[in-house]
Every structure is written in C-alpha cells, then in structure tokens.
C-alpha cells in the first residue's frame, strides 16, 4: 500500500492511504432501471464470425458482449451506454439506441 501525503491547513503533511478503486465497486453505485427492448444490437451475426480479435468483448467495461459456440451473445441489461463497443467494432457492427425515456442507467453522483 503507497502512502500519500496530504496537506491540512498549515500543519505538516499527513499521510494516508491511497487505495485502489475497482471498476466494481465504481458500477455498484449505479442504478439500473432495465428496458424488456433491448437498445443495442448485433446488426448481422455472420460479419462477427469474420471478426478475429474480437475488440467488443474485450473493450466493454460490463461485460455486455460474449463470445459462445460461434455466436455473439448481447447482454443488454448490463450495459453502461458508454458507447465504446461501437466505437472498437471495425465493422460497425453493433446497432445502439438511447434506452426508453427512464429507462437504462442512472448515475448516482455525477
């Protein structure tokens, strides 16, 4: 653990511990109200089989994407809607729309 020091008025420096934040802990503060119509999808299956590194899976903060016996799976509850899967897509493969008014996720403190 690193020791961070941090200045209090005109006292010396106190230290304290810097701690690390997980992107679990960073997406538990989240809310999530879940649309039954899914607001991305894969445009056309079969171009994700031409796909070889698989960029959507590896980029997506949520684990959305999943890769099972030759097909992609979308998993569209989880997601953040931050957009990232669409940009790392070479094909532009993956279709995305807003979720319904109310709907998707809600950042608690920001």
Excluded at 46 to 69: Q, S
């Amino acid at each position: 653990m690193t020791q961070v020091a941090e200045t209090v008025g005109a006292k010396q420096p106190v230290a304290r511990p810097k701690t690390a934040v997980l992107i679990e802990q960073k997406l538990y503060l989240d809310r999530y109200k879940v649309d039954e119509v899914s607001h991305l999808w894969i445009i056309d299956r079969e171009t994700c089989l031409k796909c070889r590194d698989k960029p959507c899976i590896i980029t997506c903060p949520a684990n959305v994407y999943d890769w099972e016996e030759e097909k992609i799976t979308v998993a569209y509850d989880n997601c953040v809607e931050c957009g990232a899967c669409r940009i790392v897509c070479p094909y532009q493969n993956i279709g995305w729309r807003y979720p319904r008014w109310g709907l998707g996720i809600a950042h608690r403190y920001g």
